[in-house]
């Protein structure tokens, strides 16, 4: 019977031993915030002697520069073209051939 008490005792003493050495789970790391590109709404006004011109306000190409490139996929659109319509620009060209010369690529589609 002591013997059982004594192991007893011994089994209490190493649980509490143990769980106060217990490591506690460090906290999840904080990330800083991801840099955000700047709005589109920003793009500041051609430097004269550029050829292109920022897109209207309700994000229309202007009837002289028709060709609408976004600057996120370096792509332009030509009118006709299957996503000409819903192609929002940042930058609108007078022909295919000045947005090219400026390092865009033409739309597959």
């Known amino acids: 019977m002591l013997l059982m008490l004594a192991a007893g005792i011994g089994t ?3 649980w509490r031993q ?9 906290a999840p790391p904080v990330w800083p915030p991801l840099p955000q590109p700047p709005p589109t709404a920003d793009i500041a006004p051609p430097e ?3 050829v292109w011109v920022p897109a209207n306000a309700d994000g229309t190409a202007p009837s002289t520069h028709p060709v609408k490139a976004k600057e996120s996929s370096g792509i332009f659109h030509t009118p006709g073209g299957r996503f000409y319509d819903r192609t929002k620009p940042d930058r609108c060209y007078p022909t295919a051939a000045a947005a090219e010369a400026d390092g865009y690529r033409r739309s597959k589609s």
């Open 48 to 50: 004269p002697g550029t």
């Open 12 to 14: 209490v003493v190493a």
């Open 18 to 26: 143990g769980r106060a050495t217990t490591p506690t789970p460090a």
